[in-house]
């Protein structure tokens, strides 16, 4: 267990011993001036109610009832309100470099998941463009998010959901049906709701190169077919140059073809909370959350958008995923309840709060200050792999995690380009390309340094402890931001880490002092390029040890 670990199970023994109902869940957080100490609770100040006592006695009798030599702790003081501050061994804290070094890529890796099967469903578009800045973040989000729990123990598959079936697949046909009657000659007449890009173009011309039986594009189904394919194949593309793969992809159109549609209404209709009305055939959602009973099929008897959902989702179950992840953009908020509703119709077993979602806010791009509105190729959008083309891969993952995924994002390609340290991005890869090149000035080979036998005792100057501080946080931020399902902490993470170890590299030498302290801050050093690496290679991007 580490120092935290330790810590937080004393605090929570002693609180136990001194009748605090359960659950006892200690809050440890670095206080805002280091000066304070390492780590501050108001376990204190929560509990001081139900234990009948003031915070500051509760206090004392936390410090007392608690084995803190166990946790490394050296002093804890009261202060404020109850507030409890502790200062930990020195040598112990500087003592776990060696463990960041022992672990090398696998530090802040866990087995917290135990192998349970997840699947993160994230991108899903329709294959009826390029990929545009929406689809980017979400990217960035889902692989991010797949990343951290599968660096936490879960056996996480990342799923790709592909709306093959529906209006806007007929739409999209109509529309490159439109663009070969042009070539043959005929008036343009894309359908309302159609697509207007160039790619449009490109794809009716190469469907008429590649089918001269039909030169009008009169078999309807054939250029739909073949649009939906020429679309997956560029948007797999899009998808490579930004570095993200997927184990599964899932057609919505074989719900239809394998007849998972009308076995999950049926099912729905045996389980009791369907009824007819106005020759439509309603799903009860009320009674399970919603603000109003929706329509599963229409007059027309054609199913709404929601009933495939409902089936794909059965199978995400059936296929043993009783963990599911949706990263999808704020326009699904209304898709969250219909969802669950219908699955908790079925009565199958399916908990509450399946699946998670995480609900994106919209991108903007802007450049020279102004939004970036059109793509040359796309038309109405500005594509994901413009974006890449323009600024590189490294800097759109980092700028689409830099945020909270429900906050706005406005994506500043200007700034992204920029090679230096207002670049956040190149400026958290500067900080590992620094630490690489002490080692290359030195003639030091990095994985020569282990830590073993170093006197950690001469790593006394506050920059190298709040930077070792960070170091040894990093497992625990990690942990925290997969449970949260927030990439962005790391980022975050990262670029404060970044800064301590620009100010150390700044302030204090490494390699012109005496050896036992040259030892010391090579450990140091050796570690924080360690940290930075792992913490970039977990969202997606390069480490360079040049600049």
Known sequence: MTAVELLRAELTRAARELGAPDPIEPALDRPRDPSFGDWTTNLAMVLARPLGMKPRDLAEALIARADLGRAGVRVADIAGPGFINFRLEGAAVAGRLVEVLRAG????????????????????????????????????????????????????????????????IQKLGASVQARIVERAGGALAIPEGGYHGEYIAEIAERYVAEHPGDPA??????????????????QDRDLQAFGVRFDTYYLESSLYTDGRVDETVTALQ??????ENDGALWLRTTAFGDDKDRVMRKQDGTFTYFVPDVAYHVTKWRRGYTRAINVQGSDHHSTVTRV??????????????????????????????EDVKLSKRAGSYVTVRELVDDVGRDAVRYFYLMRRADSQLSFDVDLARTQSEENPVYYVQMAHARMSGIFRVGEVDPASVTGVGVDFGLLTEPDEWELINALVDYPTMVSAAAVALEPHRLTTYLH????????????????????????????????????????????????PERM
Do not use: C, K
């Open 340 to 369: 669950r509703a219908g699955l908790q119709a079925l009565r199958i077993g399916i908990p509450e709060g399946y699946p998670e979602y995480v609900l994106h806010q919209l991108v903007t791009v802007v450049r020279g200050g």
């Open 105 to 168: 890529a696998a530090f802040g890796t866990s087995d917290a998941g135990h192998g349970t099967p997840v699947v993160v469903e994230f991108v899903s578009a329709n294959p009826t463009g390029p990929l545009h800045v929406g689809h980017g973040r979400q990217a960035a989000l889902g692989d991010a998010i797949a990343s951290l729990l599968g660096s936490t123990g879960w056996a996480v598959s990342r799923e790709f959901y592909y709306n093959d079936a529906g209006a806007q």
């Open 496 to 543: 404060e880490t970044a800064e301590l170890a620009h100010r150390w590299y700044h302030r204090h030498h490494v390699l012109s002092v005496e050896p036992a302290l040259m030892a010391a801050r090579l450990t140091l050093a050796r570690a924080t390029q360690i940290v930075l690496g792992n913490g970039l290679a977990l969202i997606g991007i390069s480490a």
């Open 270 to 275: 045996q389980a009791g909370d369907t009824y």
């Open 217 to 234: 594009g009169h078999e309807a189904e054939r250029v739909r077919e073949f649009a939906v394919a020429a679309l997956r194949v560029e």
